[in-house]
């Protein structure tokens, strides 16, 4: 029998954590028609639009840390919403690429805006963005994000069913 920690983990905090900070984000963007994945798709690609990139699925997929089917997924509901255009990639016939349209770089505008001023207000706490203790934050996040995932524990002789 395991005892029960007095205090909550650190896993714990960082799932408690990851699912206000979505609710959070769901509620903000949901005036401009989005939920919080559609929002991360969108705004992934108004950024990398900037910058003259028309990414693949997969690349979007990798860059959002969203798994490839669900990206996919997403990008057919925003396309049916007209935000967004997935067309064939002319160097690989198999990949899709996608691209804002107008009127999904006008929601990821104003998006990210609402997005960034959520933001400001979940980090005030921690002084607000910019600062040294949320720079400190963001560090120790990105140390996490950056660790690979564990192997999988070999079952032991304890969780394994008996086999008589």
Do not use: C
């Amino acid at each position: 029998m395991s005892k029960a920690s007095p205090e909550p983990t650190p896993g714990y905090l960082v799932w408690r954590l990851a699912n206000k900070w979505r609710v959070a984000v769901d509620r903000a963007v949901g005036p401009l028609g989005l939920t919080h994945a559609q929002y991360v798709v969108v705004a992934s690609l108004y950024g990398m639009g900037r910058s003259g990139e028309r990414p693949s699925q997969r690349r979007l997929a990798d860059h959002t840390g969203l798994e490839a089917l669900y990206v996919s997924k997403l990008a057919r509901v925003l396309e049916s919403s007209g935000l967004l255009a997935r067309t064939r990639d002319p160097r690989d016939p198999r990949a899709v690429q996608l691209a804002l349209t107008e009127e999904g770089e006008d929601i990821a505008r104003r998006a990210v805006d609402v997005v960034q001023e959520l933001h400001r207000r979940l980090l005030e706490p921690l002084g607000g963005p910019g600062t040294a203790r949320t720079r400190a934050f963001t560090d120790e996040l990105t140390t996490l994000l950056g660790t690979p995932l564990a192997p999988p524990v070999p079952h032991d002789q304890s969780t394994q069913r008996s086999r008589s």
